[in-house]
């Protein structure tokens, strides 16, 4: 599933460093939230960066002229947007971030800082020149490569992302550089060597509640992905050991419980996760499963609460064209303002997902000789992604060829991959 979330992310980026990535649902596997950037690059805490934050303006009320002040200030708004979903930060953190620019040029943390900003915000172009601009001020600072790497990912640049991951790895074993290569493999279609790698980021985050939490879910997505319910879902109790209250746990395991057909247990967790934080991806999936459940106006509320999050992300410099396109082609609305979305997106981040959004689109749109070659070559990694493998049947389908091997390979990964599309997967599997 794509997934529209704020908080770092490592999948739609392969990120320790993004906050906000994926989509609103129905896409690639993603993983949802990476351990804070405060955390990996300042060394706060998880939970006191409400503290931490007024410790930093009271600081800067007494020093004005104090770089590394604002810096920090910058990376703790970021965490803020992370702990409570709220955009409103993104535009507080660059404020900060440039002013300890303006006040030291050369500053390592702004600059990281501000390229993390930028993946958060979906600027990946930008991103890329402040992460090159972070390496090129420190080349032996592991986490600039990440930065780097990230950018270079959602900007279809795999093979130079991937030696970028790798010269992370090289420098700074942990965390951040195992769950990138793990991601990295993922894309290439290597699931066995992707959850060694993530389970390499599962002992890295011992001892760290919320990274520990993070890392089960995300060595659950992978099982996910390939249709193991079973450990997926133990691999999201296991988050919630971790880290009790464990938002993206509560969202992850809703999806299984669903899959296994326990309905109002799937409901109520979601509910849990948007009561804590309303997220789109958590208001979206409520809402799907509502209208599954026959309550069409209780979904089309959440529905539309979704929409206003993504004027409100729009609004403080987040841009959404393709999460928004996702969602809209997903969901029958505005198919054509949709397609005029997924071409912008599509140059804006010429990706596997940028391209299997503008298939997605263009099919929908009826358009389906456009929509095979951008089909193909979201498929051009190997990467075993079942909402693809999906598409490519759909648009198979409609130029009234066999649809059957696509759909098939599709469910056979996971017959689960969609609350909306995997009955039709079925239809054209048969």
Not at 1 to 29: D, Y
Not at 177 to 201: D, I
Not at 256 to 265: C, D, I, K, Q, S
Request: with cysteine; proline share 4%.
């Amino acid at each position: 599933m794509k997934r529209f979330a704020i908080g770092l992310a490592v999948a739609a980026s392969a990120a320790a460093a993004l906050l906000l990535g994926g989509a609103f649902r129905g896409g690639e596997p993603a993983r949802a939230l990476a351990p804070s950037p405060v955390a990996l690059q300042s060394g706060f805490r998880a939970g006191d960066t409400q503290a931490q934050v007024a410790s930093l303006q009271a600081q800067l009320r007494a020093n004005p002229d104090d770089a590394k002040s604002y810096a920090l200030l910058g990376l703790a708004y970021q965490q803020r947007a992370r702990e409570t979903g709220d955009p409103s930060y993104y535009p507080k953190a660059a404020g900060v971030l440039r002013r300890a620019l303006a006040l030291a040029p050369d500053d390592l943390l702004a600059t990281g800082g501000l390229g993390s900003l930028a993946l958060s915000q979906h600027r990946f172009a930008e991103a890329l020149r402040l992460g090159r601009r972070a390496v090129a001020l420190s080349p032996t600072t592991a986490r600039n490569y990440g930065i780097v790497g990230d950018a270079l990912v959602e900007l279809g640049r795999y093979r130079e992302a991937f030696a970028a991951f790798d010269t992370m790895a090289t420098m700074r074993p942990g965390l951040a550089a195992y769950a990138r290569v793990s991601y990295a493999r993922e894309l290439l279609g290597r699931f066995g060597p992707a959850v060694s790698a993530m389970r390499l980021a599962v002992d890295a985050a011992v001892d760290q509640p919320e990274a520990s939490a993070w890392t089960h879910v995300q060595l659950g997505k992978l099982y996910w992905a390939h249709g193991r319910l079973g450990t997926a879902a133990a691999e999201y109790r296991l988050a919630l050991g971790s880290f009790p209250g464990y938002v993206h746990a509560y969202d992850a395991l809703a999806q299984v419980e669903w899959a296994l057909g326990h309905r109002a247990t799937a409901i109520a967790l979601e509910r849990r996760a948007v009561a804590a934080i309303p997220l789109p991806q958590f208001v979206g999936a409520l809402g799907d499963m509502l209208q599954l459940e026959g309550r069409s106006a209780e979904a089309h509320r959440h529905y539309r609460t979704v929409d206003g999050i993504r004027r409100l992300l729009t609004a403080n410099g987040v841009r959404t064209d393709l999460e928004t396109a996702v969602f809209d082609v997903d969901h029958g609305v505005r198919l054509r303002a949709s397609l005029a979305l997924a071409r912008r997106a599509q140059h804006e981040r010429p990706s596997i997902d940028g391209d299997d959004t503008l298939a997605w689109a263009l099919a929908r749109n009826g358009r389906c000789a456009e929509a095979l070659p951008y089909s193909k070559h979201a498929l051009r990694l190997g990467t075993q992604d079942a909402t693809k493998l999906f598409h490519r049947a759909y648009v198979e389908q409609c130029l009234g060829r066999d649809a059957r091997p696509w759909a098939q390979r599709a469910l056979a990964l996971n017959p689960h991959f969609s609350l909306l599309w995997a009955p039709t997967a079925r239809r054209l599997a048969s």
